[in-house]
């Protein structure tokens, strides 16, 4: 998928142009960014540039129309016209914040009372707020609000209903007060979303009656609504129905991308979508937060960028592929390209931030840091910049407080609520770092950064068993990372299940040839990762469980596959191998030990020699070497 014939160009560029048009009248900002974003990285057509004056007859062309997949009915477009004052009256409300005036313009009384239908059991710490949430609403309309409802078009009535969205999650946050203090962490819920539900519910009830078409936008709030309620599976149906009607909402596949959890559900899921460019453009950025970066998602990629060459987003999408990948140096250059390509972009900086802090590029993490501060320093994304910053500083408080701030701005920014996990580790307040985890999770259950620092918190904590299962969600995420795996062994140890942590070491081992740079999953940061071969640390600690097991052959083998790791591989050009380290001195004095015991005393000798050359466990390998002597003197 190279660039477009010309009038396919066409084609696209006016569905982006009605996609900004479309989402602006209902006050959908961020996605008419994106699509605005998109438009204007496709390639320039021929015309653009032409010398012809703009008044010369010779200039005329005329711009291709608009296409709709679905027309507006007659219905709509009466209704439109007759409420067109009201609805700018409702817009400019809406625009200066004024949200319960946006309301009243279409829906001057209050919304009818009910519950959101859901079939997940709500968060426990929300027991009095979400009574009745398990079963469908049984509420209805007031027939005066039923009336008014049916009178208005469906843009008025999202942009009503929006707005009572919107108001009711800022009255949430504000009722919430102090991040991570007693009334945050679910105990507020959004007052406004029963009575959207009812009204939506009643609206799509009535809709098959009613002889108008659907457009996508009611259903994309009804499945906000839902997933609000915890009504996954309900949701997902809706956002569905919302990207077949109109496919160019951004923030209707960024909602399905957030219901999904596993690279599975997302092949399930690809089925049911149109084949259309942007669902072509959803699934690479669902692997990417899946953590599906294949070869056949980076040549999707590729493709895609044949049509939008500039995109600053699918660029993104590509440098955050190589961060997942561990592939530091590529994701950063692409991120300082786009930091030169337009300085005052603040999308996704806190994931610069945090390659700049694995690569411990302190100089270049304060530049970012001052660049963002003036841009502007009340953004999420700048609060986790300056955060990471102090945080590379080793000055955690300062971090805890700049995370925070982002969390007042946006109670739902992931990156906040796992960096601010990492410091309070650091800072030694595990019950503080388990509750950032844990709000982390609620905000993205695909996050294994999150999950795996509520299995390291336990594991401060000595509760292994607790720490086992947060380390085994981490690995089912990524499945190639080796440090998950080996957590996930250390854990099975831990809880005297040897086998199936020798399993997991195992499986270590594996993931260890797909990731030849692992760094550290924690923080992100850490020490770089084994090269040549396998790695020596966890052929050392699969050793130490045969051992626990009396597996002394087995336990045996796996130390002289330590020791061979010094040397690595004799196809490899350079060696390979990791030299003596700290783990293969600790084998050697192992290997030279059960030699003496076998009474193997020449070889005991020889490895207790090499110890001495390694000034690693010097003593105790001279020690060895004197019992050895004296063993062989005696006979």
């Known amino acids: 998928m190279s660039a477009l014939p010309d009038d396919q160009a066409a084609h696209l560029k006016a569905q982006l142009q009605d996609a900004v048009v ?10 008419a960014k994106w699509a605005a974003e998109l438009l204007n990285s496709l390639p320039a057509s021929d015309d653009d540039g032409s010398d012809t004056d703009i008044d010369s007859p010779m200039s005329g062309h005329t711009p291709p129309q608009t296409p709709h997949r679905i027309p507006k009915d007659a219905t709509e477009e009466r209704l439109e016209a007759r409420e067109a004052h009201k609805y700018l009256l409702a817009k400019t409300y809406f625009d200066c914040r004024e949200y319960d005036r946006c309301a009243a313009v279409f829906l001057p009384g209050p919304l009818p009372k009910g519950a959101i239908p859901a079939t997940s059991t709500p968060n426990a710490k929300s027991k009095t707020a979400a009574k009745g949430k398990a079963r469908a609403s049984t509420s209805t309309v007031p027939p005066s609000t039923a009336k008014i409802v049916a009178g208005l078009s469906q843009k008025s009535l999202f942009l009503a209903l929006y707005a009572k969205y919107i108001v009711g999650e800022r009255r949430m946050n504000e009722d919430s007060e102090m991040i991570l203090g007693p009334q945050d ?24 009656n009613s002889g108008r078409q659907p457009q996508g936008w009611l259903e994309y709030l009804y499945g906000i609504v839902l997933a609000k309620g915890k009504n996954d599976k309900l949701a997902m149906d809706y956002f569905l129905q919302s990207v077949h009607q109109y496919e160019f909402n951004w923030g209707a596949w960024q909602e399905l991308t957030s219901l999904l959890s596993t690279s599975e559900e997302l092949q399930d899921l690809s089925a049911r979508l149109p084949q259309t460019l942007m669902a072509f453009i959803f699934h690479i950025t669902a692997s990417q937060e899946l953590y599906q970066v294949t070869e056949g998602v980076q040549n999707s990629l590729t493709q895609l960028m044949g049509i939008f060459p500039t995109s600053a987003f699918l660029k993104t999408q590509r440098a955050l592929m190589f961060y997942h990948c561990k592939d530091f140096d590529d994701a950063e250059e692409i991120f300082s390209d786009l930091m030169i390509t337009d300085p005052h972009r603040l999308d996704h900086l806190d994931h610069y931030s945090n390659i700049l802090y694995v690569m411990e590029m302190r100089p270049k993490l304060a530049f970012l840091a001052q660049i963002a501060t003036a841009t502007d320093k009340f953004r999420p994304e700048t609060c986790c910049v300056v955060g990471n910053y ?11 407080m700049y995370f925070r701030r982002a969390l007042t701005l946006d109670r ?11 410091e309070f580790v650091e800072m030694k307040n595990t019950h503080a770092a388990i509750e950032s985890y844990r709000r982390a999770v609620d905000v993205n259950r695909k996050d294994y950064r999150a999950w795996y620092g509520l299995g390291q918190t336990y594991e401060v904590l000595e509760m292994h068993s607790y720490a086992l299962f947060y380390h085994q969600r981490a690995a089912a995420l990524r499945p190639y990372d080796p440090k998950l795996w080996m957590a996930v062994g250390q854990c099975f140890g831990k809880v005297g299940k040897i086998m199936n942590g020798i399993r997991a070491y195992k499986r270590a081992l594996v993931a260890g040839s797909y990731d030849g740079e692992a760094g550290s999953s924690f923080g992100g940061g850490g020490e770089g990762g084994f090269r040549g071969g396998l790695d020596p640390e966890v052929l050392y600690q699969i050793a130490l469980l045969y051992e626990r097991i009396r597996n002394m052959a087995e336990c045996s083998a796996y130390m002289e596959f330590v020791l061979a790791q010094e040397e690595g591989s004799e196809d490899e050009v350079d060696g390979g191998g990791v030299g003596v380290t700290p783990t293969t001195s600790k084998a050697r004095l192992w290997l030279a030990r059960y030699e003496y015991q076998r009474g193997m005393y020449q070889r005991a000798s020889e490895l207790a020699n090499e110890l001495c050359q390694d000034n690693f466990e010097v003593e105790d390998a001279k020690a060895l070497i004197r019992d050895v002597r004296a063993r062989q003197e005696a006979h």
């Open 22 to 31: 479309s989402c602006t009248e209902r006050c959908l900002y961020s996605s």
């Open 185 to 208: 962490g679910g105990v507020m819920v959004n007052k406004e979303l029963p009575g959207i539900s009812v009204i939506l519910e009643q609206w799509f009830t009535a809709l098959p």
């Open 412 to 422: 739902n920014f992931l990156s906040a609520w796992t960096l601010m996990g990492h």
């Open 390 to 400: 102090y945080s590379l500083k080793s000055e955690h408080e300062k971090a805890v």
